[in-house]
């Protein structure tokens, strides 16, 4: 079957890093997508790997591992504004998105 | 502002009744998506369309119908709402259903009561 899994929740500290990890079983996987989602608001896009190794954006990076299934979103230098749901998604062999329930990161002062 | 513009923001709805979603894009994108997110569950497509004149079902689609007549609209119907239906519901688009980079509009709250 097809699966998304990532964590419920984490809690992290303003100004630290934190990994968000995200594993996933996809027939004929074709990329992964990285959404954050403020409460109330629509998904807005974060990233997307389909070849192996880490792309960075400014203080977000992602992570792929094909051969694994995982995937990882790295934010550093956090700030209250990052608190939020992010929302892993990956592509299957027809082009369809199947989506994780989302990680909801809660930064602290 | 090009986007997406979904209508109405939020509905209390009596179930049994007609209701349709409305979705409009300006960005000329080919493909729409049509999801519903629930608490504690991922997006869950219930139609989609990859250009306009056609249109699939996603992983939910019972209850829902859905049109393509053009380019722009996206309309989303459920013919005899019942309570399940109270969900969130987003439209999204793509420009290229085969690399979908999705813009999602800003979501619809719908409560069947």
């Known amino acids: 079957g097809q699966n998304i899994d990532q964590p419920t929740e984490m809690t992290a500290t303003e100004g630290a890093i934190v990994q968000i990890n995200c594993t996933y079983q996809?027939?004929?996987?074709?990329?992964l997508f990285w959404y954050q989602q403020h409460a109330g608001e629509a998904p807005t896009f974060l990233s997307y790997n389909v070849l192996d190794g880490l792309e960075e954006k400014g203080r977000f990076s992602s992570f792929l591992s094909r051969s694994k299934g995982y995937s990882y979103l790295l934010l550093k230098e956090l700030q209250m504004k990052d608190s939020a749901s992010y929302l892993c998604?990956?592509?299957?062999?027809?082009?369809?998105?199947?989506w994780g329930a989302g990680t909801k990161l809660i930064i602290k002062p | 502002i090009a986007g997406i513009t979904q209508a109405p923001t939020s509905q209390i709805l009596a179930a049994g009744r007609r209701m349709t979603l409305r979705c409009t894009q300006d960005?000329?994108?080919?493909?729409m998506y049509w999801y519903r997110q629930d608490l504690g569950l991922g997006l869950r497509l219930i139609h989609y369309s990859n250009t306009a004149g056609t249109t699939g079902k996603g992983e939910v689609p019972d209850g829902y119908s859905v049109s393509r007549a053009n380019t722009d609209d996206f309309p989303l119907t459920l013919a005899s709402a019942v309570p399940s239906q109270t969900s969130v519901y987003f439209c999204?688009?793509?420009?290229?259903?085969?690399?979908?980079?999705?813009?999602f509009g800003s979501g619809t709250r719908l409560t069947v009561v």
């Open positions: 998604a990956s592509i299957d062999s027809n082009y369809q998105l199947i």
């Open positions: 996809t027939s004929g996987f074709n990329g």
């Open positions: 999204a688009s793509s420009d290229n259903p085969d690399k979908p980079g999705y813009t």
């Open positions: 960005m000329r994108h080919n493909a």
